[in-house]
């Protein structure tokens, strides 16, 4: 891969200078209902940054001719899903793609709006790759890492709710 992509709802300026994010923020859909600063963190916050985040990978996608993912290096937890903050949240695609999801699994960019929010809402981890030409890695605190044979500026993940930002930056789940 020759980019490499930090993608995440993290303000860069708000990084000391070794990188560290100084701002307290939530991290985790396990967040919604915590307080921060003078407010809760509430579903509907989560859903807009969650979009975005889908919406990003998406625009990779369209625009790098990514015709599908291959899911690699799968974990699954089920005991979200059932119980979880987001409950009635899973629409039937994603509850199907999740039952039914495989390593080496090969999903095309309607299936992936299902199966992101999977992962960022820590039901399954998995890489999503496409050949030697592109990738999607997720780690935690809400990060997200895109790999790809094109050189992206910060206007491909715009979003008209959400700013998301892109920084030049090695994933570190790279085998």
């Excluded at 985790?28 to 807009?48: A, C, M, Q, R």
């Excluded at 009635?88 to 994603?94: A, D, E, H, L």
């Excluded at 809402?121 to 790999?147: A, P, S, T």
Aim: hydrophobic content about 35%; some cysteine.
């Amino acid at each position: 891969m020759e980019f490499s992509y930090r993608v995440t709802k993290y303000d860069p300026a708000n990084r000391n200078k070794v990188g560290h994010y100084k701002q307290e923020e939530w991290t985790s859909v396990n967040d919604i209902g915590t307080k921060y600063g003078e407010d809760f963190f509430k579903i509907e916050e989560y859903l807009k940054v969650e979009k975005a985040y889908v919406n990003a990978i998406e625009n990779f996608m369209k625009d790098g001719e990514i015709p599908y993912l291959k899911v690699a290096s799968l974990n699954k937890w089920t005991r979200m899903l059932k119980k979880g903050k987001l409950k009635r949240y899973y629409s039937k695609i994603m509850k199907k793609n999740f039952s039914k999801i495989r390593e080496g699994d090969l999903f095309y960019l309607d299936e992936i709006k299902s199966i992101v929010p999977l992962i960022l809402r820590q039901n399954l981890w998995c890489k999503l790759e496409f050949q030697n030409q592109f990738f999607v890695h997720f780690g935690y605190d809400y990060y997200m890492y895109i790999g790809t044979y094109k050189e992206y500026s910060s206007d491909i993940c715009t979003s008209d709710d959400v700013d998301i930002y892109i920084e030049p930056y090695i994933s570190p789940y790279l085998d």
